[in-house]
């Protein structure tokens, strides 16, 4: 996996200067072009899925509570699925390993729609979860490998592609259900033409290898040490994420009293600035830093909370529940890249992150609704609120000095290394500076906010 230290700006990596600026290689700016390619099938994946969760029930006869514990099957196939990730790697290199499971993970979409019932449901709905997190942890260890090739911040946008994926996925999927074609038709067709378009998406991303010798991770490993703090900032945002996802409809007719064309507008407004946040979110990092990024955005997600949590009327509502999108946007994909600067195993320091906010997903949901039957939602979004002042006191965790040296990785870029190398070595001390750090990397992507 990606090594934090190999390969930032040097005269292997670039194609010539501009300026005195170093410019990216050509097999960078295509592996840049190719992940992003990437990022956007998975998303997808998600945004078909979604559309096709009320034919599930109904086929299925399930009730309320049988969807939603049969919808906690992907985010556990994911957690027990992501720490296994650095091992494939280790044993097949990034380019094989991802375009193995991207390719799988497209054609698991298929599986729910040919469920029998719901026992076999939940088997197929633990199959997608555990192929879209292991997809999961590679897409981001590959990004996190382009964007210090690249000397600069790509996270936020391949995480905001994502977010595009998910809105054609769904945008396809709404005028599939408007014309009446069954999902039995509809979601392995879908997952057909997905997996085609995923192997021609991988072709250019880096082919990261272990070093010669190298110890091969363990099959299965909890997140080290190194990953527990950053996924903890991670996991503020990504509960953030979950209530805003799931809870923001309800909140506005149940609290403020709005109507449903409102509620939903509520919901679009989250998902909408959230989605352009992140793709402008790599210039706001270049330009201000990735503490300063994290904190400015730890502020205006206090301030949206505050306004839903002080909302008396539904315009109020749907302005804070905007604001705590555009706040959270970008800090997933900066811990992503945080993770891949740390430790000396950063595939495993971004499946423990990935792990964490997979989880907290999970749970978001079910803790907002929890405390707001015991008590009531305004509540529940105090809580959410006091998450993002979190953001905003801790952000200095996701500072580029603060993750220990890695250990180099041998790569063999697309159609050739930089320079014909083949073999990178591990430059000097981080240069620092947002132009040159990493920036970037989802929230549990598609199973929680993605269903996510």
Same mark, same amino acid.
């Given at each position: +996996?990606?090594?934090?230290?190999?390969?930032?700006? /040097?005269?292997?990596?670039?194609?010539?200067?501009? =300026?005195?600026?170093?410019?990216? =290689?050509?097999?960078?700016?295509?592996?840049?072009?190719? &992940?992003?390619? &990437?990022?956007?099938?998975?998303?997808?994946?998600?945004?078909? !899925? *979604?559309?096709?969760?009320?034919?599930?029930?109904?086929?299925?006869?399930? =009730?309320?509570?049988?969807?939603?514990?049969?919808?906690? !099957?992907?985010?556990? /196939?994911?957690?027990? *699925?992501?720490?296994?990730?650095?091992?494939?790697?280790?044993?097949?290199?990034?380019?094989?390993?991802?375009?193995?499971?991207?390719?799988?993970?497209?054609?698991?979409?298929?599986?729910?729609?040919?469920?029998?019932?719901?026992?076999? $449901?939940?088997?197929?709905?633990?199959?997608?979860?555990?192929?879209?997190?292991?997809?999961?942890?590679?897409?981001?260890?590959?990004?996190? #490998?382009? #964007?210090?090739?690249?000397?600069?911040? %790509?996270?936020?946008?391949?995480?905001?592609?994502?977010?595009?994926?998910?809105?054609?996925? =769904?945008?396809?999927?709404?005028?599939?259900?408007?014309?009446?074609?069954? *999902?039995? %038709?509809?979601?392995?067709?879908?997952?057909?033409?997905?997996?085609?378009?995923?192997? !021609?998406?991988?072709?250019? &991303?880096?082919?990261?290898?272990?070093?010669?010798?190298?110890?091969?991770?363990?099959?299965?490993?909890?997140?080290?040490?190194?990953?527990?703090?950053?996924?903890?900032?991670? +996991?503020?945002?990504?509960?953030?994420?979950?209530?805003? +996802?799931?809870?923001?409809?309800?909140?506005?007719?149940?609290?403020?009293?709005?109507?449903?064309?409102?509620?939903?507008?509520?919901?679009?407004?989250?998902?909408?600035?959230?989605? %352009?946040?992140?793709?402008?979110?790599?210039?706001?990092?270049?330009?201000?830093?990735?503490?300063?990024?994290?904190?400015?955005?730890?502020?205006?997600?206090?301030?949206?909370?505050?306004?839903?949590?002080?909302?008396?009327?539904?315009?109020?509502?749907?302005?804070?529940?905007?604001?705590?999108?555009?706040?959270?946007?970008?800090?997933?994909?900066?811990?992503?890249?945080?993770?891949?600067?740390?430790?000396?195993?950063?595939?495993?320091?971004?499946?423990?992150?990935?792990?964490?906010?997979?989880?907290?997903?999970?749970?978001?949901?079910?803790?907002?609704?929890?405390?707001?039957?015991?008590?009531?939602?305004?509540?529940?979004?105090?809580?959410?609120?006091?998450?993002?002042?979190?953001? !905003?006191?801790?952000?200095?965790? $996701?500072?580029?000095?603060?993750?220990?040296?890695?250990?180099?990785?041998? &790569?063999?870029?697309?159609?050739?290394?930089?320079?014909?190398?083949?073999?990178?070595?591990?430059?000097?001390?981080?240069?620092?500076?947002?132009?040159?750090?990493?920036?970037?990397?989802?929230?549990?992507?598609?199973?929680? #906010?993605?269903?996510?």
């Amino acid at each position: +996996m990606p090594s934090s230290r190999s390969s930032r700006r /040097g005269p292997s990596d670039s194609a010539g200067h501009k =300026s005195g600026i170093a410019l990216p =290689s050509p097999d960078v700016r295509r592996a840049r072009r190719s &992940v992003g390619a &990437v990022f956007t099938v998975h998303g997808a994946v998600t945004g078909c !899925f *979604a559309t096709r969760i009320p034919w599930i029930q109904e086929h299925l006869g399930l =009730s309320t509570g049988q969807l939603g514990l049969a919808l906690a !099957f992907p985010a556990i /196939g994911a957690a027990v *699925a992501m720490p296994m990730a650095g091992r494939i790697v280790h044993r097949w290199g990034a380019r094989a390993a991802l375009r193995t499971l991207l390719v799988l993970w497209c054609l698991a979409l298929a599986l729910p729609a040919l469920a029998p019932h719901p026992i076999a $449901l939940c088997a197929a709905l633990a199959i997608f979860g555990a192929t879209a997190g292991m997809a999961d942890v590679v897409m981001n260890a590959q990004g996190v #490998e382009v #964007e210090e090739r690249y000397g600069r911040s %790509i996270m936020s946008g391949l995480h905001g592609l994502w977010s595009v994926g998910a809105l054609i996925g =769904s945008a396809v999927g709404v005028a599939v259900v408007h014309l009446g074609v069954d *999902a039995r %038709i509809h979601l392995p067709a879908a997952s057909l033409a997905l997996a085609v378009l995923a192997r !021609f998406a991988v072709r250019g &991303v880096l082919d990261v290898r272990a070093k010669p010798g190298e110890t091969a991770p363990p099959r299965f490993t909890l997140p080290p040490r190194s990953a527990l703090l950053i996924g903890a900032i991670g +996991m503020c945002a990504v509960f953030g994420e979950g209530a805003g +996802m799931d809870w923001s409809g309800v909140y506005l007719r149940e609290v403020t009293g709005s109507s449903e064309t409102v509620a939903a507008a509520g919901y679009t407004g989250f998902a909408c600035t959230m989605a %352009i946040a992140r793709l402008l979110g790599d210039s706001v990092v270049r330009r201000m830093g990735v503490v300063r990024t994290v904190r400015a955005g730890g502020l205006l997600a206090t301030a949206g909370g505050a306004l839903v949590v002080v909302a008396p009327v539904p315009a109020v509502g749907v302005a804070g529940f905007a604001l705590l999108g555009v706040g959270i946007a970008v800090v997933v994909p900066l811990t992503f890249a945080a993770a891949g600067r740390s430790g000396a195993q950063p595939a495993r320091a971004i499946a423990g992150v990935a792990t964490i906010t997979y989880t907290t997903g999970l749970v978001a949901p079910a803790v907002i609704g929890m405390l707001g039957e015991v008590s009531s939602l305004r509540l529940s979004f105090a809580l959410v609120t006091g998450a993002a002042v979190v953001l !905003f006191l801790c952000a200095g965790v $996701l500072a580029p000095g603060r993750q220990g040296p890695a250990g180099g990785t041998s &790569v063999t870029g697309g159609a050739g290394a930089a320079g014909g190398a083949g073999v990178v070595p591990a430059s000097g001390p981080d240069p620092g500076g947002a132009a040159a750090s990493v920036g970037g990397g989802h929230a549990a992507h598609g199973l929680g #906010e993605h269903g996510r």
